[in-house]
């Protein structure tokens, strides 16, 4: 079970960090080009936004059954964690989930918006700070 759902959680991750990039620069360089919002614009953030939350659920998933997630904690304590077991047991899982939270607030203040440039507006600027979230806390040396 544990392997399969890390493996899942692994490979999903190249889906994940691929539609984060395509939506963000998507969502700017039509923001700031101020071009006219369309299908495909609409079918790039919600494939983002569907795409991160079956990561979540994953994740979630893999917090509970992974050595490295909250059994660590529980085994250890949060003062016996180092530095590389912190990052897997306590910043990726939390800043994960506030990316996905930062995505899920743009794209729901996005689809509220008539204007093109207003529904530009909440993708670039939730997106790009999702972005940065989930690029500031991969586990970059466990995963390549
Ligand atoms: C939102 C975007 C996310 C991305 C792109 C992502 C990506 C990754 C990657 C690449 C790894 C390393 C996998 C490997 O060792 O091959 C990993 C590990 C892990 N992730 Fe995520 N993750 C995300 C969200 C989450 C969330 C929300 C949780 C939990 C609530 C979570 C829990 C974990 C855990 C516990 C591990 C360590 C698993 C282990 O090595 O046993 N992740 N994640």
Redesign the pocket.
Known sequence: MYTVV?DL??YW?YL??IMVVVGTVNALVKFFGKKEYGNNDFRIALFTLIV?HI??LI??V??FT????LSNITANGMGGLNAPMRL??VE??FV??L??ICITVGYSKHKKKLSSTAKFKPLAIFYTIGLLL?LSR??WS??M
């Open positions: 890390k959680h692994s991750a994940v960090v991160t990561q979540l994740g979630l893999l917090y992974s050595p490295l997630g897997l047991a990726h899982p994960g989930i990316a996905v989930i991969i586990p466990n995963w």
